[in-house]
C-alpha cells in the first residue's frame, strides 16, 4: 500500500515538475530556448540603441571592430551580458584575497597582533584597505585612516586618493550618510586629493548635481549644502597648505562663487578659513583677486551678520582699512547677559577685531575712533582683558582719564590674541 502511494507521488511529482531531458538533442534544445529567453531579456534593459550610444565598437571573435550597423546583428546582449560579467569580476571584493584570521577569536587577539595590524595600516595603507574591502569588513572610517595615513609624502603621485573613491565607491559607500557627513573623512579626502594633484576631479565632485545625490542617499537638501560647505572648505585649506596656497585658495573661492552652484553660506565657511590663514602668514598673492575676494565678502555681510568682511579689510596686502570694523562694532548692541551667554569663539573674534581696529585708527591718527573701539571692549570684555572694575580702587576724574589712557596702551602693547 505504501509503495503505491509512493509511486502516485512520484507520478504527480513528474507533471508538476518534468524531469530534465535525458539525451543530448533535449538538453541542448532546453539551452537554446534558456540563451534566448537571457537575451531577450537583456534587450529589454539594455536596447541595441542604448548600446551604440554609450559604448565603443564592438569587437567580433577575431578582434575586429564592429560598426554600430554591424552591432545590431551580432544583438546587444552577448556584449552587455559580457560587459556586467567583467564588471563583477574586477570588482576588488573578487579581485583582492581576504587574508584569514587565525583560530583564536577577535576578543583574544594579542597586543603583539594588533600591533602588527597598526604596522600594517602605516606601512600600506592602500593594501590594508583593499583587503578590508575583499573582506568586506569596509567602512568610512577605516577609509580615512587609509587617507590619514596617505597624506605623508611618501605616497605622492599614487593617485591614492583616486583609488580609494574606486574601492568605496565598488563596495556602494560612496552613497553611505557617512560619506558626506564624516568631517575627519571629507578634510582627509581633500588633503590627499590637492597632495596628488587631483583638483579637477574634487572639484567635480563639488559640482554634481545635487539631485542625484538625493535619488541615491537618504540626505536631504540641508544635508547635501552642509556637505558642499564642508568640502568646499576643506578643499581651500589643503591649498593653503602647500606653496602658492594663497593664490590657489582665492581663485577656488571665486570659482564656486562665480559658478552658480554653491551660495554664499556655503562659500562663506571657506573665506573664514583663508581669512584665518592670512592672520598667521600675511598675504603675498595678486592684489586684485584679493580685492575681488574683499567685494564677495562685503555683499555678504549684511545678510550673514559676520566679521569676515571686517577682518579681510584688516589684512588688506596694500591698503588695509579699519572702517568696516568700526562700522561692525558701532552696529552691534551687547548686554551683560548676551555677552556671558556668547560663545568663546566668538567672544575672541570681537575682543581680537577691537584690539586690531583700535591698533589701526590711533596709527592713522583717528584718536577718538580707537578711544572709542578701546572702551568698547573694556566694558564688554574686562574679564579677558583681565580691566574687571570691580578691582580698581576709586578714582577722581583726573586719575580715571589717565587710568584709561594707560589702559588702552596696555592693551595695544600686550595684547594679542589669534
Do not use: C
Given at each position: 500500500?505504501?509503495?503505491?502511494?509512493?509511486?502516485?507521488?512520484?507520478?504527480?511529482?513528474?507533471?508538476?515538475?518534468p524531469q530534465l531531458p535525458?539525451?543530448?538533442?533535449?538538453?541542448?534544445?532546453?539551452l537554446g530556448l534558456l540563451t534566448t529567453s537571457f537575451r531577450q531579456h537583456l534587450d529589454r534593459e539594455y536596447p541595441a540603441s542604448q548600446l551604440r550610444d554609450n559604448q565603443a565598437a564592438v569587437q567580433d571573435g577575431r578582434g575586429q571592430p564592429i560598426t554600430p550597423s554591424d552591432a545590431n546583428a551580432h544583438r546587444s546582449s552577448h556584449s552587455?551580458?559580457?560587459?556586467?560579467?567583467?564588471?563583477?569580476?574586477?570588482?576588488?571584493?573578487?579581485?583582492?584575497?581576504?587574508?584569514r584570521r587565525s583560530g583564536s577569536s577577535p576578543r583574544a587577539e594579542s597586543a603583539h597582533t594588533h600591533t602588527m595590524r597598526l604596522r600594517h595600516v602605516i606601512s600600506d595603507p592602500l593594501q590594508w584597505f583593499e583587503e578590508k574591502v575583499a573582506g568586506g569588513t569596509a567602512n568610512i572610517v577605516g577609509a580615512t585612516l587609509c587617507l590619514e595615513s596617505l597624506r605623508a609624502p611618501a605616497y605622492r603621485d599614487l593617485n591614492a586618493g583616486t583609488r580609494v573613491l574606486v574601492l568605496l565607491k565598488s563596495v556602494g559607500l560612496h552613497k553611505s550618510e557617512a560619506f558626506y557627513k564624516h568631517q575627519p573623512f571629507l578634510q582627509a579626502l581633500a588633503f590627499v586629493l590637492v597632495a596628488d594633484g587631483q583638483q579637477r576631479l574634487l572639484w567635480s565632485i563639488l559640482n554634481v548635481d545635487p539631485a542625484n545625490i538625493l535619488e541615491t542617499t537618504l540626505l536631504d537638501h540641508q544635508d547635501v549644502a552642509?556637505?558642499?560647505?564642508?568640502?568646499?572648505?576643506?578643499?581651500v585649506r589643503a591649498e593653503l597648505?602647500?606653496?602658492?596656497?594663497?593664490?590657489?585658495?582665492?581663485?577656488?573661492?571665486?570659482?564656486?562663487?562665480?559658478s552658480g552652484n554653491f551660495s554664499g553660506r556655503e562659500v562663506n565657511l571657506a573665506v573664514k578659513v583663508f581669512t584665518k590663514h592670512i592672520y598667521s602668514y600675511p598675504?603675498?598673492?595678486?592684489?586684485?583677486?584679493?580685492?575681488?575676494l574683499l567685494d564677495l565678502a562685503?555683499?555678504?555681510s549684511a545678510e550673514l551678520n559676520n566679521l569676515t568682511y571686517a577682518r579681510l579689510a584688516l589684512r588688506h596686502p596694500q591698503q588695509p582699512s579699519p572702517q568696516p570694523g568700526l562700522e561692525y562694532l558701532q552696529k552691534i548692541h551687547l548686554s551683560p547677559e548676551a555677552v556671558r551667554e556668547m560663545q568663546k569663539t566668538r567672544r575672541q573674534s570681537l575682543i581680537q577685531l577691537s584690539l586690531d581696529v583700535a591698533r589701526l585708527l590711533l596709527a592713522q591718527g583717528r584718536f577718538e575712533d580707537g578711544a572709542w573701539v578701546l572702551e568698547f571692549a573694556q566694558n564688554n570684555f574686562s574679564e579677558e582683558l583681565d580691566l574687571s572694575s570691580?578691582?580698581?580702587p576709586v578714582l577722581t576724574t583726573s586719575e580715571k582719564a589717565r587710568e584709561n589712557e594707560l589702559n588702552n596702551l596696555r592693551l595695544l602693547d600686550g595684547l594679542a590674541l589669534d
Open positions: 500500500m505504501q509503495s503505491t502511494g509512493v509511486r502516485a507521488f512520484k507520478a504527480l511529482a513528474s507533471k508538476i515538475h535525458l539525451n543530448a538533442r533535449e538538453s541542448q534544445q532546453l552587455t551580458a559580457n560587459h556586467h560579467l567583467e564588471s563583477i569580476l574586477t570588482n576588488p571584493m573578487f579581485t583582492t584575497k581576504p587574508k552642509r556637505w558642499k560647505a564642508y568640502l568646499l572648505k576643506h578643499f597648505s602647500h606653496p602658492q596656497g594663497q593664490d590657489h585658495a582665492v581663485a577656488l573661492i571665486l570659482a564656486a562663487s562665480s598675504f603675498a598673492g595678486s592684489v586684485k583677486d584679493f580685492d575681488a562685503k555683499q555678504w570691580e578691582t580698581q
